[in-house]
Structure formats: C-alpha cells, structure tokens
C-alpha cells in the first residue's frame, strides 16, 4: 500500500497570513498517462470531505483561488494564501494512483 | 448536481451483520465506479471498498477483506456495502464516495457495541 505522510499535524495561523501543508507519498504517484493522482481535502466539522485540489495543481469546482497545489513524483504541497475563518478544519491528502486508495493523517488547521 | 444518500447505519452488538445503502442521483451511475470510505470517532479517513462499474471488479481493505461484500444495482442508481462479522473496531461513519471526483455522501454512522 502507498503511505501517505502530511506534515505538520497540526497549525494555528493569524487571520491574512499564509500556511501550507506538505504530503510525502511513499511510492510515486505518477501514473504512465501522465497525470499524478493526488488530491487535497477539507473536512470541516460535522461535514463530508471536501475536494479541493485534484490532479496535483487543479483547483475544484468552486474552490478560491487562494488554494493551491503544487508538487511532483512524491512531494506535494497545499497553500492558503490568506486563512481565514471558513478554512478552518483537517485537511487531507488522498492518492488514487492504486487501491487501496489512502489518505494522509490529516492536519488540522486552527485560527490564533 | 450530483447526491449521494447513505441509509441502513445503526446500532449492532458485535458479531452481528448490517446492510449499507447509497441512492445516487445526478450522475451516470452506471458509468461509475463507486467506493466506500469510513472515519472512526475522531480519526481519519479509511477507504473500504471499491466496485467498478459493471461490478466485474471489486476491492476491499485488508481489514474487511472476507467480512464485507460491496455490490450494485444498476437499474436502482444503488450502491451496497453488507458487512458481517462486525467488530467494534467497525464503529465509524460510512461514506458513499467517488474520492477522485470530489463527490460525497453525507454519512451514515455505524456502531458495533454490545
């Protein structure tokens, strides 16, 4: 199975400033299409996963702008530019390159 | 807009056996895969099950492999998940998903407790 590993586990951030979460995959996620098959999620209280980044760098419908991914082959990135309240929540990573799919630990964003 | 309805959580003392059901609607269900994913009390996210879309392939975690059995029903636009020999490690909320296209039930919780 592919072990994904998120980093930090937890964050507290001031309302306007940037953090970012690190995904380390155990294998590459780099799939012979081409594409690289990882997601980020938010799971804000009481609520579903919420897709916000597919495919490495591809915001989801109706994700800010103030998302957003970057990474390649086993390291990945997410950033907030800005947080505010509405991002707070765990945040996930999810690998679908082969099942089981499996998801990081999660972080779990706070405000200061 | 695509919806998926989880139904058939409750409370089950261990051993027993329970059926889950997903309503899907909005999408061309026959067309897709589907998969079940679970979150035990305050962790994080399991993936369970897959199925594909004919349901000729179907995948499992290791740790329902022999317990659990995902199907379909075409005609329905449903997804099943009949979980057996439940355990109470099993305790978790079940989500109807396709992970990879962000699309999410809302849930059904499942407690095995005697």
């Known amino acids: 199975d592919i072990v994904m590993t998120q980093t930090p586990l937890s964050l507290s951030v001031t309302p306007g400033q940037p953090a970012s979460i690190s995904c380390k995959s155990s294998q590459s996620l780099l799939h012979s299409d081409g594409k690289t098959y990882l997601y980020w999620y938010l799971q804000k209280p009481g609520q579903p996963p919420q897709l916000l980044i597919y495919e490495v760098s591809n915001r989801f419908s109706g994700v800010p702008d103030g998302f957003s991914g970057s990474g390649s082959g086993t390291d990945f990135t997410l950033k907030i530019s800005r947080v505010d309240a509405e991002d707070v929540g765990v945040y996930y990573c999810?690998?679908?390159?082969?099942?089981?799919?499996?998801f990081g630990q999660g972080t779990k964003l706070e405000i200061k | 807009e695509v919806q998926l309805l989880e139904s058939g959580g409750g409370l089950v003392q261990p051993g027993g056996s329970l059926r889950l059901s997903c309503a899907a609607s909005g999408l061309t269900f026959s067309n897709s895969g589907m998969s079940w994913v679970r979150q035990a009390p305050g962790q994080g996210l399991e993936w369970v099950s897959a199925i594909s879309d004919g349901a000729g392939d179907t995948y499992y975690a290791d740790s329902v492999k022999g317990r659990f059995t995902i199907s379909r029903d075409n005609s329905n636009n449903t997804l099943y998940l009949l979980m057996n020999s439940l355990k109470a490690e099993d305790t978790a909320i079940y989500y109807c998903?396709?992970?990879?296209?962000?699309?999410w039930g809302q849930g059904t919780m499942v407690t095995v407790s005697s």
């Open positions: 998903a396709r992970p990879a296209r962000g699309v």
């Open positions: 999810m690998q679908s390159l082969q099942l089981p799919y499996t």
